[in-house]
């Protein structure tokens, strides 16, 4: 229910609705074609266009970058409902992360048929996109309890999440391929889940170098990490959060 109230809200007096959900990462898709796939010449792994490439991780992505937006200042949101009545306050932030998995699925009814017209029929290779799709939620939810934690304690973090968003973005793949990533700083790379997240899903659906199996285990223990430890300082500083919201 909070999920849905958050989704609600969030298109409320808007005149096209969820259909914003398809509007953003189209229009991101168009201006990074033209700017870094016409302009740039950035190499686009495979055979698939360019377009094609970066909307594909755009549909992740856009998950992920919605979950911390609207999770981070989540408890501070439901102020009223934290001081008056107790409950799970997990449920504030987790709501708030997952409701991005309803435009997560409205975009890939549009990425499926993109990938129909251009001659990429389902595979096995889809059958793993769950997976995928878990390491970015695990992810997501990560942050969004470590950021929303500490937004109750430090207002300062509000104006370090757009920042941190998108420091993120250019760490991950979206706009160039994984490819183009010199050998020394590979497991760097794979310690940002999102990139294991972006090339997962290009691999399932164009066939594309798939991420060896070791740096795949170390962005899946990157993952575990980021949420484990978010769990953590979640509940530790959930006792205080009535008294400082």
Known sequence: MLAWRDLAVRYRQTVIGVVWALIRPLLTMVVFTVIFGQIAKLPSEGT???????????????????ALSESSGSLIGNASLISKVYFPRLQIPTSSALA????????FLVLGILLFIYGYPPNWAWLTLPFFLSIAIGTALGV????SALNVQYRDVAFVIPFLIQLWFFATPIVY????IP?????LYALNP????VDGFRWAL??????????????VGSMLAILV??????KRMERTFADVV
């Open 100 to 107: 991005g998995l309803v435009d997560f699925f409205i975009v």
């Open 194 to 197: 999102m990139a294991a997240v």
């Open 229 to 234: 430890t978010g769990l953590f300082v979640f």
């Open 144 to 147: 969004s309890y470590w950021l």
């Open 48 to 66: 698939a266009p360019y377009a094609l490439m970066v909307f594909a991780a755009m549909l992740p992505w856009q998950f992920f970058a919605t």
């Open 183 to 187: 050998a020394p700083w590979d497991i």
């Open 177 to 180: 391929s994984s490819s183009l």
């Open 206 to 219: 164009f066939g594309t170098t798939a991420i060896s199996g070791p740096m795949l285990l170390l962005s």
